[in-house]
């Protein structure tokens, strides 16, 4: 069970506008941007429901969700790790690190204010409220890039390509028979003689990737070459 940022019990949970979240995981030197999973600070049992706000014993006002990875998500659940509440601020407690403050701190009052007034309308949908509202610390100066985060300084996921996704191609497998007895493998030679005709390309613009897939790419590309150039290659000239 995930543990609560204070021992105190006598945090309030607030109902309240929703605010934009954390693009990347919460935790110090990770830099997770994908699969995120919305986490409540204070956990519904003690707050009495799934509220986004939290008022604690010291009576300031707090974002009570934060963004964190599946991997991280899971050490919170399974109560490997901590996220803690001092002073008016959260930090991630493990096993291995030293406490460390968040790389992302949850909003206050002020945003809770701003969000809450009329003119920002609270039926808002959280995932259409302007940047700007996060405060001066996330407002672009002039000059910064617009793909880094002007708060952590991390680079922002792209969004999702909406184009309709490319058909994958019909593959199936090929086989060829090699040696194999103490004097030679010959898969491992064929891997090897693949990997250095990989190189040999990449230095002549022709990178093909990385995987099992772009093997054939590489062979029928070096295969090539050796056809087209095979009269000059084992002439005796």
Same mark, same amino acid.
Request: aromatic share 8%.
């Given at each position: 069970?995930?543990?609560?940022?204070?021992?105190?019990?006598?945090?309030?949970?607030?109902?309240?506008?929703?605010?934009?979240?954390?693009?990347?995981?919460?935790?110090?030197?990770?830099?997770?941007?994908?699969?995120?999973?919305?986490?409540?600070?204070?956990?519904?049992? #003690?707050?009495?429901? #799934?509220?986004?706000?939290?008022?604690?014993? #010291?009576?300031?006002?707090?974002?009570?969700?934060?963004?964190?990875?599946?991997?991280?998500?899971?050490?919170?659940?399974?109560?490997?790790?901590?996220?803690?509440?001092?002073?008016?601020?959260?930090?991630?407690?493990?096993?291995?690190? #030293?406490?460390?403050? $968040?790389?992302?701190?949850?909003?206050?009052?002020?945003?809770?204010?701003?969000?809450?007034?009329?003119?920002?309308?609270?039926?808002?949908?959280?995932?259409?409220?302007?940047?700007?509202?996060?405060?001066?610390?996330?407002?672009?100066?002039?000059?910064?890039?617009?793909?880094?985060?002007?708060?952590?300084?991390?680079?922002?996921?792209?969004?999702?390509?909406?184009?309709?996704?490319?058909?994958?191609?019909?593959?199936?497998?090929?086989?060829?028979?090699?040696?194999?007895?103490?004097?030679?493998?010959?898969?491992?030679?064929?891997?090897?003689? $693949?990997?250095?005709?990989?190189?040999? $390309?990449?230095?002549?613009? $022709?990178?093909?990737?990385?995987?099992?897939?772009?093997?054939?790419?590489?062979?029928?590309?070096?295969?090539?070459?050796?056809?087209?150039?095979?009269?000059?290659?084992?002439?005796?000239?």
């Amino acid at each position: 069970m995930t543990r609560s940022p204070s021992e105190d019990r006598r945090s309030e949970g607030i109902d309240g506008p929703h605010y934009t979240l954390n693009l990347v995981c919460v935790v110090p030197g990770c830099g997770e941007t994908r699969s995120l999973h919305r986490h409540h600070l204070w956990r519904k049992s #003690d707050v009495i429901g #799934d509220k986004w706000w939290v008022r604690t014993k #010291d009576g300031l006002l707090h974002g009570n969700c934060v963004r964190v990875c599946g991997h991280h998500h899971r050490e919170l659940t399974d109560n490997v790790a901590r996220i803690a509440y001092r002073e008016g601020m959260f930090w991630w407690k493990d096993a291995i690190l #030293d406490p460390m403050m $968040l790389n992302w701190q949850p909003p206050g009052e002020a945003l809770y204010e701003e969000l809450s007034a009329p003119e920002n309308g609270k039926g808002d949908d959280p995932d259409l409220l302007l940047t700007e509202r996060l405060g001066a610390s996330h407002v672009l100066l002039e000059g910064h890039d617009p793909d880094v985060c002007p708060t952590c300084l991390r680079k922002l996921p792209k969004p999702k390509d909406e184009s309709a996704p490319e058909v994958k191609k019909v593959r199936k497998t090929w086989s060829v028979a090699v040696p194999l007895d103490r004097w030679e493998d010959g898969a491992d030679v064929i891997d090897e003689l $693949l990997t250095a005709a990989h190189e040999e $390309l990449n230095k002549y613009g $022709l990178p093909y990737g990385e995987g099992k897939k772009v093997k054939y790419y590489i062979l029928t590309a070096a295969l090539g070459m050796f056809v087209t150039h095979a009269q000059a290659l084992m002439s005796d000239e």
